[in-house]
Protein backbone atom coordinates (compact mmCIF):
# COMPACT_ATOMS: atom_id res chain seq x y z
CA UNK A 1 0.00 0.00 0.00
CA UNK A 2 1.36 3.14 -0.90
CA UNK A 3 0.08 6.41 0.29
CA UNK A 4 0.49 9.81 -1.02
CA UNK A 5 0.28 12.92 0.88
CA UNK A 6 -0.05 16.37 -0.98
CA UNK A 7 0.72 18.98 1.82
CA UNK A 8 3.07 18.64 4.38
CA UNK A 9 0.83 21.03 7.35
CA UNK A 10 -1.29 19.92 9.72
CA UNK A 11 -3.83 17.88 7.54
CA UNK A 12 -1.40 16.01 5.49
CA UNK A 13 1.24 15.02 8.48
CA UNK A 14 -1.80 13.96 10.70
CA UNK A 15 -2.87 11.50 7.61
CA UNK A 16 0.74 10.13 7.52
CA UNK A 17 1.13 9.97 11.29
CA UNK A 18 -2.19 8.28 11.67
CA UNK A 19 -1.95 5.98 8.88
CA UNK A 20 1.85 5.13 10.23
CA UNK A 21 0.27 4.18 13.65
CA UNK A 22 -2.25 1.70 12.10
CA UNK A 23 -0.32 0.22 9.54
CA UNK A 24 3.71 0.08 10.77
CA UNK A 25 4.36 -1.57 7.10
CA UNK A 26 2.59 0.85 4.84
CA UNK A 27 4.51 3.05 2.18
CA UNK A 28 4.57 6.74 3.09
CA UNK A 29 5.02 9.82 0.85
CA UNK A 30 4.28 13.30 1.81
CA UNK A 31 4.47 15.78 -0.97
CA UNK A 32 5.39 19.41 0.05
CA UNK A 33 6.01 22.54 -1.81
CA UNK A 34 8.29 23.97 -0.04
CA UNK A 35 10.99 23.12 2.58
CA UNK A 36 8.68 23.59 5.98
CA UNK A 37 6.95 20.32 6.84
CA UNK A 38 4.80 20.35 10.05
CA UNK A 39 5.12 23.79 11.00
CA UNK A 40 2.91 25.70 13.33
CA UNK A 41 1.54 28.34 11.08
CA UNK A 42 -0.79 29.61 13.80
CA UNK A 43 2.79 30.14 16.21
CA UNK A 44 4.19 32.52 13.11
CA UNK A 45 2.83 35.76 15.16
CA UNK A 46 4.40 34.79 18.28
CA UNK A 47 7.86 34.57 16.04
CA UNK A 48 7.35 37.55 14.46
CA UNK A 49 6.89 39.58 18.26
CA UNK A 50 10.50 37.74 19.16
CA UNK A 51 8.33 35.97 21.98
CA UNK A 52 9.29 32.72 20.00
CA UNK A 53 13.14 33.11 19.45
CA UNK A 54 13.95 30.89 17.01
CA UNK A 55 11.75 29.82 13.75
CA UNK A 56 12.94 26.41 13.92
CA UNK A 57 10.77 26.04 17.35
CA UNK A 58 8.06 26.34 15.52
CA UNK A 59 8.14 22.88 14.16
CA UNK A 60 5.57 20.36 15.77
CA UNK A 61 7.85 17.83 14.64
CA UNK A 62 11.26 18.32 13.08
CA UNK A 63 12.38 16.82 9.65
CA UNK A 64 14.64 14.01 11.41
CA UNK A 65 11.33 13.20 13.55
CA UNK A 66 8.83 12.63 10.69
CA UNK A 67 11.54 10.87 9.07
CA UNK A 68 11.93 8.38 12.27
CA UNK A 69 8.35 7.60 12.27
CA UNK A 70 8.50 6.39 9.19
CA UNK A 71 7.73 8.80 5.90
CA UNK A 72 9.52 10.07 3.12
CA UNK A 73 8.85 13.95 2.61
CA UNK A 74 9.59 15.46 -0.89
CA UNK A 75 10.70 18.81 0.07
CA UNK A 76 10.33 22.03 -2.25
CA UNK A 77 8.16 19.20 -4.50
CA UNK A 78 4.88 20.52 -6.40
CA UNK A 79 2.35 18.13 -7.16
CA UNK A 80 0.82 19.55 -10.67
CA UNK A 81 -1.64 16.81 -11.92
CA UNK A 82 -3.11 13.88 -10.85
CA UNK A 83 -4.23 11.16 -12.87
CA UNK A 84 -6.93 9.76 -11.12
CA UNK A 85 -7.76 6.42 -13.53
CA UNK A 86 -3.79 5.85 -13.41
CA UNK A 87 -3.38 6.76 -10.20
CA UNK A 88 -0.38 8.65 -10.65
CA UNK A 89 0.48 12.24 -9.16
CA UNK A 90 2.70 14.02 -11.95
CA UNK A 91 5.19 16.57 -9.55
CA UNK A 92 7.89 18.87 -10.20
CA UNK A 93 10.85 18.96 -7.84
CA UNK A 94 12.89 22.00 -7.11
CA UNK A 95 14.65 21.72 -10.11
CA UNK A 96 12.27 21.61 -12.09
CA UNK A 97 12.48 18.27 -13.15
CA UNK A 98 9.01 15.90 -13.52
CA UNK A 99 8.33 12.91 -12.17
CA UNK A 100 4.95 10.12 -11.64
CA UNK A 101 4.30 8.87 -8.62
CA UNK A 102 2.33 6.15 -8.33
CA UNK A 103 -0.26 5.24 -5.26
CA UNK A 104 -2.90 3.35 -4.16
CA UNK A 105 -4.51 6.10 -2.47
CA UNK A 106 -4.03 10.66 -2.08
CA UNK A 107 -4.87 11.95 0.71
CA UNK A 108 -4.79 15.84 -0.75
CA UNK A 109 -3.73 18.68 1.98
CA UNK A 110 -3.53 21.67 -0.15
CA UNK A 111 -4.74 23.89 2.54
CA UNK A 112 -5.29 27.25 1.91
CA UNK A 113 -4.48 30.79 0.08
CA UNK A 114 -4.59 33.97 1.86
CA UNK A 115 -7.28 36.59 0.16
CA UNK A 116 -6.31 38.90 -1.63
CA UNK A 117 -8.77 42.36 -1.38
CA UNK A 118 -9.88 44.60 -4.36
CA UNK A 119 -6.84 46.77 -3.08
CA UNK A 120 -5.73 48.94 -5.26
CA UNK A 121 -1.94 47.83 -4.86
CA UNK A 122 -2.07 44.40 -4.36
CA UNK A 123 -2.63 42.98 -7.82
CA UNK A 124 -1.71 43.43 -11.54
CA UNK A 125 1.88 44.02 -12.88
CA UNK A 126 2.58 46.95 -10.69
CA UNK A 127 1.55 45.32 -7.57
CA UNK A 128 3.49 45.92 -4.88
CA UNK A 129 5.29 42.99 -2.23
CA UNK A 130 7.50 42.44 0.57
CA UNK A 131 10.18 44.23 -0.97
CA UNK A 132 7.62 47.54 -0.45
CA UNK A 133 7.02 46.50 2.90
CA UNK A 134 3.49 45.16 1.54
CA UNK A 135 2.58 41.63 3.17
CA UNK A 136 0.38 38.49 3.40
CA UNK A 137 0.94 36.28 5.82
CA UNK A 138 0.18 32.60 5.92
CA UNK A 139 3.11 30.49 4.94
CA UNK A 140 6.42 30.30 6.58
CA UNK A 141 8.19 31.96 3.62
CA UNK A 142 5.21 34.81 4.08
CA UNK A 143 6.93 34.79 7.74
CA UNK A 144 10.63 35.10 6.72
CA UNK A 145 9.72 37.80 4.16
CA UNK A 146 8.22 39.82 7.45
CA UNK A 147 11.44 39.29 9.15
CA UNK A 148 13.00 40.41 6.39
CA UNK A 149 11.44 43.85 6.14
CA UNK A 150 11.40 43.88 10.17
CA UNK A 151 14.80 43.45 10.10
CA UNK A 152 16.55 45.13 6.88
CA UNK A 153 13.98 48.24 6.91
CA UNK A 154 13.51 48.88 10.81
CA UNK A 155 10.00 49.86 10.66
CA UNK A 156 8.80 52.11 12.97
CA UNK A 157 5.03 52.07 11.68
CA UNK A 158 2.66 49.26 10.85
CA UNK A 159 -0.72 49.14 8.75
CA UNK A 160 -2.91 46.14 9.63
CA UNK A 161 -5.74 45.31 7.16
CA UNK A 162 -7.86 43.33 8.80
CA UNK A 163 -9.20 42.40 12.31
CA UNK A 164 -9.98 38.85 12.40
CA UNK A 165 -7.97 37.05 14.73
CA UNK A 166 -4.59 36.55 12.61
CA UNK A 167 -4.87 40.80 12.05
CA UNK A 168 -5.21 40.55 15.76
CA UNK A 169 -2.65 38.30 16.61
CA UNK A 170 -0.40 40.31 14.57
CA UNK A 171 -1.31 44.07 15.94
CA UNK A 172 -0.17 42.55 19.90
CA UNK A 173 2.90 41.20 17.76
CA UNK A 174 4.19 44.08 16.22
CA UNK A 175 3.49 46.11 19.00
CA UNK A 176 5.55 44.31 20.93
CA UNK A 177 8.20 44.79 18.79
CA UNK A 178 8.00 48.57 18.91
CA UNK A 179 6.08 49.73 16.00
CA UNK A 180 3.27 52.17 15.94
CA UNK A 181 -0.04 50.41 14.48
CA UNK A 182 -2.68 51.06 13.39
CA UNK A 183 -5.51 48.45 12.53
CA UNK A 184 -8.04 48.93 9.75
CA UNK A 185 -11.26 46.97 9.64
CA UNK A 186 -14.10 47.42 7.10
CA UNK A 187 -16.69 45.99 9.32
CA UNK A 188 -18.35 48.06 12.73
CA UNK A 189 -16.40 46.63 15.23
CA UNK A 190 -12.82 43.85 15.36
CA UNK A 191 -12.74 40.35 15.63
CA UNK A 192 -16.44 39.63 13.39
CA UNK A 193 -16.43 35.82 14.80
CA UNK A 194 -17.51 37.33 17.89
CA UNK A 195 -20.76 39.76 19.08
CA UNK A 196 -20.28 43.33 18.72
CA UNK A 197 -20.08 43.62 22.54
CA UNK A 198 -17.08 41.48 23.13
CA UNK A 199 -15.58 43.11 19.89
CA UNK A 200 -16.01 46.32 21.60
CA UNK A 201 -13.83 44.93 24.41
CA UNK A 202 -11.19 43.88 22.52
CA UNK A 203 -11.10 47.27 20.96
CA UNK A 204 -10.36 49.19 24.44
CA UNK A 205 -7.45 46.52 24.93
CA UNK A 206 -6.22 47.63 21.60
CA UNK A 207 -6.44 51.39 22.33
CA UNK A 208 -5.08 50.65 25.93
CA UNK A 209 -1.65 49.30 24.26
CA UNK A 210 -1.51 51.88 21.92
CA UNK A 211 -3.12 50.16 18.87
CA UNK A 212 -4.89 53.16 16.56
CA UNK A 213 -8.33 51.04 15.88
CA UNK A 214 -10.49 52.59 12.75
CA UNK A 215 -13.22 50.34 12.36
CA UNK A 216 -16.13 50.76 9.21
CA UNK A 217 -12.93 51.54 7.43
CA UNK A 218 -12.66 49.28 3.99
CA UNK A 219 -8.63 50.26 2.10
CA UNK A 220 -9.01 50.95 -1.18
CA UNK A 221 -5.04 51.48 -2.48
CA UNK A 222 -1.83 50.98 -1.17
CA UNK A 223 0.68 52.94 -2.74
CA UNK A 224 4.65 54.19 -2.26
CA UNK A 225 4.70 56.85 -0.17
CA UNK A 226 5.89 60.29 -2.15
CA UNK A 227 9.83 61.26 -0.98
CA UNK A 228 10.02 62.83 2.04
CA UNK A 229 6.68 61.24 3.50
CA UNK A 230 7.87 59.69 7.02
CA UNK A 231 6.80 56.09 6.11
CA UNK A 232 7.51 53.88 2.86
CA UNK A 233 3.98 53.22 2.20
CA UNK A 234 0.60 55.46 1.49
CA UNK A 235 -2.75 53.67 2.83
CA UNK A 236 -6.05 54.90 1.46
CA UNK A 237 -9.22 53.91 2.82
CA UNK A 238 -13.11 55.03 3.06
CA UNK A 239 -14.44 55.67 6.69
CA UNK A 240 -18.24 54.30 7.30
CA UNK A 241 -19.62 58.00 6.55
CA UNK A 242 -17.73 58.19 2.98
CA UNK A 243 -14.79 60.45 4.26
CA UNK A 244 -11.56 60.04 3.22
CA UNK A 245 -8.75 58.22 5.24
CA UNK A 246 -5.25 58.08 4.90
CA UNK A 247 -1.91 56.56 6.69
CA UNK A 248 1.71 56.71 6.19
CA UNK A 249 3.20 53.08 7.39
CA UNK A 250 6.51 51.67 6.99
CA UNK A 251 4.54 48.40 6.48
CA UNK A 252 1.30 47.01 5.53
CA UNK A 253 -0.36 43.47 6.61
CA UNK A 254 -3.21 42.73 4.91
CA UNK A 255 -5.10 39.83 6.68
CA UNK A 256 -8.25 39.66 5.86
CA UNK A 257 -9.10 35.41 5.67
CA UNK A 258 -7.95 32.53 3.54
CA UNK A 259 -9.83 30.76 0.44
CA UNK A 260 -9.69 26.81 -0.15
CA UNK A 261 -6.28 25.92 -2.44
CA UNK A 262 -8.23 23.33 -4.93
CA UNK A 263 -6.89 24.12 -7.95
CA UNK A 264 -5.58 20.37 -7.84
CA UNK A 265 -8.64 18.73 -6.89
CA UNK A 266 -10.39 20.54 -9.22
CA UNK A 267 -8.46 19.88 -12.48
CA UNK A 268 -8.83 16.56 -11.85
CA UNK A 269 -12.33 16.51 -11.84
CA UNK A 270 -13.14 16.76 -7.85
CA UNK A 271 -16.80 17.94 -7.22
CA UNK A 272 -16.38 21.19 -5.25
CA UNK A 273 -18.73 22.67 -2.32
CA UNK A 274 -19.66 26.01 -0.13
CA UNK A 275 -17.13 28.43 -1.12
CA UNK A 276 -15.15 27.02 -3.63
CA UNK A 277 -13.83 23.89 -0.99
CA UNK A 278 -13.25 20.01 -2.12
CA UNK A 279 -16.49 18.71 -1.48
CA UNK A 280 -16.02 15.50 0.91
CA UNK A 281 -17.84 13.06 2.92
CA UNK A 282 -17.71 12.53 6.36
CA UNK A 283 -15.28 9.66 5.76
CA UNK A 284 -12.88 12.45 4.18
CA UNK A 285 -13.50 10.99 0.24
CA UNK A 286 -13.81 12.80 -2.63
CA UNK A 287 -15.53 12.54 -5.25
CA UNK A 288 -12.41 10.77 -6.95
CA UNK A 289 -12.07 6.80 -6.70
CA UNK A 290 -8.77 6.59 -3.87
CA UNK A 291 -8.66 10.08 -3.41
CA UNK A 292 -9.15 11.75 0.01
CA UNK A 293 -8.83 15.51 1.26
CA UNK A 294 -8.51 17.41 4.50
CA UNK A 295 -7.86 20.46 6.32
CA UNK A 296 -8.41 24.06 5.21
CA UNK A 297 -8.89 22.63 1.41
CA UNK A 298 -12.37 20.87 2.12
CA UNK A 299 -15.44 21.75 3.21
CA UNK A 300 -15.89 21.48 6.97
CA UNK A 301 -18.71 19.01 8.53
CA UNK A 302 -20.27 21.44 11.18
CA UNK A 303 -22.32 19.59 14.26
CA UNK A 304 -24.98 22.66 14.26
CA UNK A 305 -24.84 23.53 10.33
CA UNK A 306 -24.50 20.97 8.37
CA UNK A 307 -21.58 21.49 5.71
CA UNK A 308 -19.92 24.82 5.82
CA UNK A 309 -16.15 26.48 5.37
CA UNK A 310 -14.51 26.71 8.92
CA UNK A 311 -10.90 26.41 8.32
CA UNK A 312 -9.16 25.93 11.75
CA UNK A 313 -5.75 23.94 12.91
CA UNK A 314 -7.62 22.13 14.67
CA UNK A 315 -10.19 20.93 12.42
CA UNK A 316 -7.32 20.03 9.88
CA UNK A 317 -5.36 17.97 12.43
CA UNK A 318 -8.58 16.02 13.21
CA UNK A 319 -10.19 15.39 9.47
CA UNK A 320 -6.32 14.52 8.52
CA UNK A 321 -6.25 11.59 11.11
CA UNK A 322 -9.48 10.51 9.33
CA UNK A 323 -8.36 10.65 5.84
CA UNK A 324 -5.12 8.85 7.01
CA UNK A 325 -7.07 6.31 8.87
CA UNK A 326 -9.54 5.29 5.96
CA UNK A 327 -7.09 5.73 3.15
CA UNK A 328 -5.92 2.44 5.11
CA UNK A 329 -9.28 0.39 4.69
CA UNK A 330 -10.80 2.39 8.26
CA UNK A 331 -14.56 3.58 8.28
CA UNK A 332 -14.14 6.33 11.05
CA UNK A 333 -16.15 9.80 10.40
CA UNK A 334 -14.93 13.31 11.35
CA UNK A 335 -17.44 14.17 14.10
CA UNK A 336 -18.38 17.62 13.03
CA UNK A 337 -16.63 21.05 14.17
CA UNK A 338 -18.12 23.49 16.29
CA UNK A 339 -15.77 26.28 15.28
CA UNK A 340 -14.26 26.45 18.86
CA UNK A 341 -11.49 28.98 18.74
CA UNK A 342 -9.67 31.77 20.81
CA UNK A 343 -6.95 34.29 20.40
CA UNK A 344 -4.95 36.20 22.70
CA UNK A 345 -4.83 40.16 22.47
CA UNK A 346 -2.26 41.51 24.60
CA UNK A 347 -3.28 40.85 28.03
CA UNK A 348 -6.74 39.29 27.15
CA UNK A 349 -8.16 36.55 25.29
CA UNK A 350 -12.00 36.26 23.02
CA UNK A 351 -12.96 32.67 22.58
CA UNK A 352 -16.38 31.05 21.27
CA UNK A 353 -17.99 27.62 20.10
CA UNK A 354 -21.09 26.75 18.54
CA UNK A 355 -23.35 29.49 17.03
CA UNK A 356 -24.20 32.93 17.70
CA UNK A 357 -27.84 34.75 16.91
CA UNK A 358 -27.40 35.46 13.35
CA UNK A 359 -25.97 31.86 12.34
CA UNK A 360 -28.45 30.08 14.57
CA UNK A 361 -31.92 31.46 13.37
CA UNK A 362 -31.66 30.45 10.05
CA UNK A 363 -30.18 27.06 11.09
CA UNK A 364 -33.90 26.62 12.03
CA UNK A 365 -33.42 27.64 16.16
CA UNK A 366 -35.16 30.02 18.09
CA UNK A 367 -31.81 31.87 19.80
CA UNK A 368 -31.53 33.54 22.70
CA UNK A 369 -28.38 34.87 23.78
CA UNK A 370 -27.71 36.67 27.32
CA UNK A 371 -24.99 38.46 28.54
CA UNK A 372 -23.61 37.87 32.17
CA UNK A 373 -20.24 38.22 34.12
CA UNK A 374 -18.26 36.27 36.74
CA UNK A 375 -14.74 36.17 38.58
CA UNK A 376 -12.34 33.11 37.20
CA UNK A 377 -11.83 32.80 40.70
CA UNK A 378 -13.22 33.36 44.85
CA UNK A 379 -12.41 37.30 44.20
CA UNK A 380 -10.97 37.34 48.45
CA UNK A 381 -8.20 35.75 46.96
CA UNK A 382 -5.76 37.93 44.97
CA UNK A 383 -5.55 37.80 41.54
CA UNK A 384 -9.17 37.32 40.25
CA UNK A 385 -10.24 38.58 36.87
CA UNK A 386 -13.69 39.36 35.43
CA UNK A 387 -14.84 36.83 32.64
CA UNK A 388 -17.76 38.66 30.09
CA UNK A 389 -20.10 35.53 28.57
CA UNK A 390 -22.40 35.41 25.74
CA UNK A 391 -24.26 32.08 26.15
CA UNK A 392 -26.63 31.17 23.55
CA UNK A 393 -29.78 29.11 24.01
CA UNK A 394 -32.42 27.63 22.17
CA UNK A 395 -35.78 29.18 23.66
CA UNK A 396 -37.82 26.53 22.27
CA UNK A 397 -35.72 23.36 23.63
CA UNK A 398 -33.52 24.90 26.24
CA UNK A 399 -30.24 23.53 23.88
CA UNK A 400 -27.13 25.35 24.71
CA UNK A 401 -26.16 26.61 20.99
CA UNK A 402 -23.06 28.86 21.63
CA UNK A 403 -20.90 30.63 24.15
CA UNK A 404 -18.42 33.34 23.75
CA UNK A 405 -16.07 34.63 26.29
CA UNK A 406 -14.10 37.36 26.92
CA UNK A 407 -11.04 37.32 30.13
CA UNK A 408 -7.74 37.83 31.18
CA UNK A 409 -5.17 35.70 29.35
CA UNK A 410 -4.39 33.84 32.75
CA UNK A 411 -8.15 33.20 33.46
CA UNK A 412 -8.70 30.09 31.41
CA UNK A 413 -10.60 31.41 28.57
CA UNK A 414 -9.68 28.67 26.08
CA UNK A 415 -10.27 26.06 28.89
CA UNK A 416 -13.73 27.56 29.64
CA UNK A 417 -15.02 27.60 26.36
CA UNK A 418 -13.83 23.90 25.69
CA UNK A 419 -16.55 23.27 28.69
CA UNK A 420 -18.89 24.56 26.67
CA UNK A 421 -17.68 22.85 22.75
CA UNK A 422 -18.16 19.56 25.41
CA UNK A 423 -21.24 20.31 26.35
CA UNK A 424 -22.65 21.73 22.83
CA UNK A 425 -21.17 18.47 21.14
CA UNK A 426 -23.25 16.41 23.28
CA UNK A 427 -26.51 18.24 22.95
CA UNK A 428 -27.18 19.46 26.50
CA UNK A 429 -29.37 21.74 27.61
CA UNK A 430 -28.02 25.41 28.98
CA UNK A 431 -29.84 24.06 32.36
CA UNK A 432 -27.78 20.85 32.65
CA UNK A 433 -24.51 22.47 32.66
CA UNK A 434 -25.42 23.45 36.46
CA UNK A 435 -25.31 19.51 36.90
CA UNK A 436 -21.99 18.96 35.49
CA UNK A 437 -19.56 18.56 38.59
CA UNK A 438 -16.71 20.58 37.99
CA UNK A 439 -13.91 21.21 40.15
CA UNK A 440 -12.98 23.82 42.69
CA UNK A 441 -10.49 25.77 44.95
CA UNK A 442 -11.08 29.31 45.78
CA UNK A 443 -7.59 30.56 43.98
CA UNK A 444 -8.49 28.92 41.06
CA UNK A 445 -12.67 28.87 40.89
CA UNK A 446 -15.74 29.00 42.42
CA UNK A 447 -18.09 26.58 43.98
CA UNK A 448 -20.28 27.39 40.81
CA UNK A 449 -17.89 27.53 37.80
CA UNK A 450 -18.05 31.08 35.82
CA UNK A 451 -19.90 29.09 32.75
CA UNK A 452 -22.16 27.67 35.35
CA UNK A 453 -22.85 30.86 36.36
CA UNK A 454 -23.42 31.89 33.09
CA UNK A 455 -25.70 28.75 31.93
CA UNK A 456 -28.00 30.09 34.99
CA UNK A 457 -28.07 33.70 34.07
CA UNK A 458 -29.65 32.57 30.73
CA UNK A 459 -32.18 30.36 32.11
CA UNK A 460 -33.20 32.87 34.53
CA UNK A 461 -33.43 35.73 31.76
CA UNK A 462 -35.27 33.18 29.42
CA UNK A 463 -37.76 32.07 31.63
CA UNK A 464 -38.57 36.22 32.60
CA UNK A 465 -39.33 36.93 28.84
C1 LIG B 1 -0.96 33.25 11.35
C2 LIG B 1 -1.92 32.11 11.51
C3 LIG B 1 -2.37 31.78 12.77
C4 LIG B 1 -3.26 30.73 12.93
N1 LIG B 1 -3.68 30.43 14.20
C5 LIG B 1 -4.53 29.40 14.40
C6 LIG B 1 -4.93 29.06 15.70
O1 LIG B 1 -4.50 29.69 16.68
N2 LIG B 1 -5.78 28.02 15.86
C7 LIG B 1 -6.25 27.30 14.79
O2 LIG B 1 -7.02 26.35 15.00
N3 LIG B 1 -5.88 27.60 13.53
C8 LIG B 1 -5.03 28.63 13.30
N4 LIG B 1 -4.63 28.94 12.04
C9 LIG B 1 -5.16 28.17 10.90
C10 LIG B 1 -4.36 26.90 10.72
O3 LIG B 1 -3.01 27.22 10.64
C11 LIG B 1 -4.83 26.20 9.45
O4 LIG B 1 -6.19 25.88 9.61
C12 LIG B 1 -4.05 24.92 9.21
O5 LIG B 1 -2.68 25.20 9.02
C13 LIG B 1 -4.57 24.19 7.99
O6 LIG B 1 -3.75 23.10 7.74
P1 LIG B 1 -3.75 22.41 6.31
O7 LIG B 1 -2.79 21.27 6.40
O8 LIG B 1 -5.12 22.12 5.86
O9 LIG B 1 -3.23 23.50 5.28
P2 LIG B 1 -1.95 24.56 5.19
O10 LIG B 1 -1.46 24.79 6.57
O11 LIG B 1 -2.47 25.66 4.40
O12 LIG B 1 -0.89 23.71 4.43
C14 LIG B 1 -1.01 23.33 3.10
C15 LIG B 1 0.18 22.49 2.74
O13 LIG B 1 0.03 22.06 1.39
C16 LIG B 1 1.22 22.36 0.66
N5 LIG B 1 0.78 22.46 -0.74
C17 LIG B 1 -0.19 23.23 -1.28
N6 LIG B 1 -0.31 22.99 -2.59
C18 LIG B 1 0.60 22.02 -2.89
C19 LIG B 1 0.95 21.33 -4.07
N7 LIG B 1 0.34 21.56 -5.24
N8 LIG B 1 1.95 20.43 -4.01
C20 LIG B 1 2.58 20.15 -2.83
N9 LIG B 1 2.28 20.76 -1.68
C21 LIG B 1 1.29 21.69 -1.72
C22 LIG B 1 1.76 23.59 1.34
O14 LIG B 1 3.13 23.78 1.06
C23 LIG B 1 1.52 23.21 2.81
O15 LIG B 1 2.50 22.30 3.23
C24 LIG B 1 -3.73 29.99 11.82
C25 LIG B 1 -3.28 30.32 10.54
C26 LIG B 1 -2.37 31.36 10.38
C27 LIG B 1 -1.89 31.71 8.99
Redesign the pocket.
Known sequence: MHLVM?????????AALRARELDPGADLTV????A??NF??????YYLSGEVTHWRNLAHRTLADLEAAGMRLRLD????RIDVPGRKLL?TSAGGGEELLGYDKLAV??????VRPPISGLAGPAALGPGDGLHL???MD?TFAVIRTLEQAAPTSAVIVGAG??GL??ADALTVRGLAVTQMEQLGELLPTVDPELGALIHAELAEHGVEVLTGTTVQAVTRAAPGQAGRLHVQATAADGSAVTRVADMVLV?VG?RP?T??AAEAGATLGVKGAIAVDRRMRTSLPDVFA?????ITHHRLLGETYL???????K??RVAGENALGGNREFAGSLGT???KIFDQAAARTGLRDHEAAPAGFAPVSVASEADDHKAYYPGSHRIHMRVTGDRTTGRLLGLQLFGHRHAEIAKRIDIAATAIFHTMTVDAISDLDLSYTPPLGSPWEAVQMGAQAWVRETQRR
Open positions: IGGSDAGISVVADYPSICGMPTTARVGTGAVPLHSDYIEMVVETLAGDCVPLGTTAHQGQVV
